[in-house]
Every structure is written in structure tokens, then in C-alpha cells.
């Protein structure tokens, strides 16, 4: 039986990094609520557009997969997504608490997997397998730029009844693809990033704020990041009157949803930066409320930054590289260097380019979320959910299939581990000597083979 619209819809976001929790817990919350409003809305009395008498968003019940980069508790409170922090699970754990939630008569309506492709596609697979009376409805979609691995992530992601797209440029590619291999592109839906919003920008008489948006993989060689750091550095001693900020999303030991190996604090230590230079954490957010301009290589960053009409900044220092992923801001209008900035130069965006992205900031944002909750209401009001059908299977993808689902041993037939405090002790030192491993240790090693 479909969601009744008497009883709230029941959520389930389950995530793999702090950025892809804040993803799944905005995007249930705006997919479900009548009102798509500010990031956090969705617990008012409408329900999904298109009910005759809608049902009541409840807020999301979070899960963090258990791995080598789960968030930790303050990276999860950074993010500002809920108030309650999600559980820690591993996969076969959450399928267990998906089929234990329909025999406790709590079942799940919708299931946001804010999850890399390969794991979508194992989630999907677990799902299927559970054998429900009535499988929830799937959502997935991106936390970002999709500036890599295009086939490959949509492709694993397929099967999911709903895969959002950020924006109109990227329903485009997304139905591209999923038509170019034969697939259904029917579960494509336009939407927009769920955390675009906050004030517009206004400047203010003696404020002047650059923001550096860093990013945990770009630039990826040290190198680069002791330029880009540089370079900061010397920008702050040029301009004395300007606060810059390198906004950080990870402190050293963290991980992110990719893996860095050269923290910026780590790096700053052989610097002498002047009293204008700071490092700063904290949610985006606030930092954007006094932001003047904001710089990055191809950080999100710079697409909630140009939502609020705050300049921007996209630096081709590194060179415009699909490894930077800043080509994916050609044509914005907003590629340049640190030398013109030095220079004080500010580029202005492209409007047609902004409006293929998503960013609207002229008001559209209110409606972005519309089709997604239309086709959600749509789903939970069937009768019966069609099987879930991806288009990886042991037909298509003999090859690559079994690996991804080896690999995440999703078999919830096992008996739950008892997670006892010695084994989280000793989780979390493995964790430790992992990170340690990725940053300290591996960077020598390369450094060794290149003697």
C-alpha cells in the first residue's frame, strides 16, 4: 500500500562522507515537503505537491556507512543538515533496519542513497533482494560538479526509481547517456544542489573578505597546494586592508568524501603568513555571510557563492584540467588568476551560464524541487512499485558487476556484530592508521620512488 496521507512519510537517508549527509538530508527533506523554502524546510503541514490530501514529511532517519572516511561528529554538526546525528551503520546493517522497519509496520516510504555509484548499485541489489511486501522509493543524484567519471557514476546509480539531476546542463548529459547505452532515462529529474540559499549578497562599508573554498583532492600534488598557498599568502600581504580566509573543510586525521593527502594546515606551517591570513572552519553558510569575494579552483562552493550574487572567483592557475575540474566552468565567465586578482580584477558571470547551471538566483530556486516531489508523490501513490531494474546485471556487466557487489558484502542473512566498546576503539585506531597512512606515510613513499 502506497504512504497513507494521514501518517507522516517516513525517510531513510544513508550517506558515506559529511558532504553527501548534508546532499541526502536536504534533498529528503525538499523532495517530500510542499514548500522547497530554505535548506532545512520541509516539516510544515503541506505535503507532496500534486495530493489531494498530502501526507506530512517527517524528518529523515540518518545512517553514515561505516568505512575508512566516515564523518565524524563534528564534521556531521559542520554540515548544519539536522539536529540528530545519523547512526553508523555498515550496509548490510541498514538493509537489516529497511526490512525490520516493514515487520515493526514502520516501514520506510522513500530511501535517499547519497552514496558514490558503486555503492548505490550494491544498495539497489540488497533492496531487491530483501523481498518486501512494498520497497520504498529510491532517490539518489550528486552532491556537485559531476566533472568525472560521468558514465560510470550514472550508469551504477541506474536502477534507482529517481536520479536527480542538479541542474538543466546535467539532465541533459544524464539522459544522454542513459538513452545513448539503451537504458531508461525516465528516472532523470531536473532539481537543483538542496543547500543553495542564505541572504543576497550586500557589501559592507569597511569589509573587504576574500575566501579561499579548499578542496580535499584539487589541486592534488603538493606542489600545486603549496602554490595555491602561496599565493594566498602573498595576496594578503598586497592587499593589508583585505581579510582572506582559507576555508577548510576537514581537520588533519579527517576525511571527506575524497581523501587528501596535503592538508593546507599541514602545508601553512613552513609559511609565514601576515595577521590578515587566517584558517577558518564552519559551516559554508556562515562563511559566505561575509564573503566578498570567493575563490576556488572548482569547489561547490562557488555555485552557493554565485546563488547569493557574491563574486566569484574560478582560479586557472593549475591550468584549466578535467583532473581540476574547473573545466567544467567554461563559458561562466568566471575563469582567471591570482595575478588578476592581485591586480583586483573580479569577473562577472555569464547569465545564460548560470541559468543551465541551476543558479537562480532570480527567484526560480523556489520551484527547482517541484518535479522531483511531483514525481515522488507519483510513486508513493501506485499501487505497487515496479521491480527495481538497473541496467548493470550479470547480462550487461559480467565482468564488473560481481566485483562491486563482493566488495560490499551486503548480506543481511549474517548475524548483527555486537558493537562493543573495544571494538570501536580498536575501529577507530585503524581508521587512525589509515589517515596516517594516506598522509603521511604514502607521500614519503612516492617521494622515495622518485629518487
Same mark, same amino acid.
Given at each position: ?152 557514476? +550514472? ?47 550586500? $557589501? ?50 579527517? /576525511? ?5 593527502? /596535503? ?7 613552513? +609559511? ?10 564552519? /559551516? ?21 557563492? +554565485? ?19 574547473? /573545466? ?10 591570482? !595575478? ?29 524541487? !517541484? ?43 549474517? $548475524? ?36
Amino acid at each position: 500500500m502506497p504512504a497513507s496521507s494521514s501518517e507522516a512519510i517516513r525517510i531513510a537517508v544513508l550517506a558515506d562522507s559529511d558532504t553527501r549527509w548534508k546532499w541526502g538530508a536536504l534533498t529528503a527533506r525538499r523532495i517530500t515537503a510542499a514548500d522547497a523554502g530554505a535548506p532545512g524546510s520541509g516539516d510544515g503541514p503541506q505535503g507532496p505537491a500534486g495530493s489531494a490530501d498530502p501526507a506530512r514529511p517527517a524528518e529523515p532517519a540518518g545512517f553514515v556507512l561505516r568505512g575508512r572516511a566516515t564523518p565524524t561528529a563534528r564534521q556531521l554538526a559542520e554540515t548544519g543538515a539536522s539536529t540528530a546525528a545519523p547512526r553508523e551503520v555498515t550496509g548490510a546493517e541498514f538493509l537489516r533496519e529497511v526490512r525490520d522497519a516493514e515487520v515493526r509496520g514502520e516501514r520506510y516510504d522513500v530511501v535517499v542513497l547519497a552514496l558514490v555509484g558503486g555503492t548505490v548499485r550494491a544498495v539497489l541489489q540488497g533492496l531487491a533482494d530483501l523481498g518486501l511486501d512494498r520497497r520504498p522509493v529510491v532517490v539518489t543524484g550528486y552532491v556537485g560538479v559531476v566533472y568525472e567519471k560521468l558514465a560510470d557514476g +550514472l550508469l551504477l546509480r541506474h536502477g534507482a526509481d529517481v536520479v536527480l539531476a542538479n541542474s538543466r546542463h546535467d539532465a541533459d548529459r544524464f539522459r544522454a547517456v542513459y538513452e545513448g547505452v539503451g537504458a531508461g532515462a525516465g528516472s532523470v529529474v531536473e532539481a537543483a544542489l538542496p543547500f543553495l540559499g542564505g541572504a543576497p549578497y550586500r $557589501p559592507e562599508e569597511g569589509r573587504d573578505t576574500l575566501v579561499f573554498a579548499a578542496q580535499p583532492s584539487v589541486p592534488v600534488t603538493r606542489a600545486e597546494r603549496v602554490y595555491v598557498l602561496e599565493r594566498l599568502v602573498r595576496h594578503a600581504r598586497l592587499r593589508p586592508g583585505r581579510e582572506v580566509l582559507l576555508k577548510l573543510r576537514s581537520k588533519p586525521g579527517e /576525511h571527506t568524501t575524497h581523501l587528501e593527502e /596535503h592538508p593546507y594546515q599541514r602545508l601553512v606551517r613552513d +609559511l609565514d603568513p601576515p595577521a590578515n591570513f587566517r584558517l577558518v572552519y564552519g /559551516h559554508m553558510g556562515e562563511v559566505l555571510d561575509r564573503t566578498d569575494l570567493l575563490v576556488t579552483v572548482s569547489s561547490t562552493a562557488a555555485l552557493e557563492a +554565485l546563488h547569493r550574487r557574491i563574486p566569484t572567483a574560478i582560479l586557472t592557475d593549475c591550468g584549466v584540467r578535467e583532473v581540476n575540474g574547473n /573545466h567544467h566552468f567554461i563559458g561562466s565567465g568566471l575563469l582567471t588568476s591570482f !595575478d588578476r586578482l592581485d591586480r583586483g580584477e573580479t569577473p562577472e558571470p555569464d547569465e545564460e551560464w548560470l541559468s543551465r547551471q541551476g543558479v537562480a538566483s532570480d527567484g526560480g530556486y523556489d520551484s527547482a524541487f !517541484d518535479a522531483a516531489r511531483a514525481r515522488v508523490a507519483e510513486l508513493l501513490a501506485l499501487p505497487e512499485l515496479p521491480p527495481i531494474s538497473p541496467y548493470y546485471t550479470a547480462e550487461t556487466a559480467p565482468g564488473y558487476l560481481p566485483g562491486i557487489l563482493a566488495r560490499h558484502r551486503l548480506d543481511v542473512t549474517a $548475524p548483527p556484530v555486537r558493537d562493543s566498546g573495544l571494538r570501536r576503539i580498536v575501529r577507530e585506531a585503524a581508521r587512525g592508521a589509515y589517515r596516517h597512512g594516506v598522509q603521511r606515510v604514502a607521500p614519503v613513499v612516492r617521494r622515495l620512488g622518485e629518487l
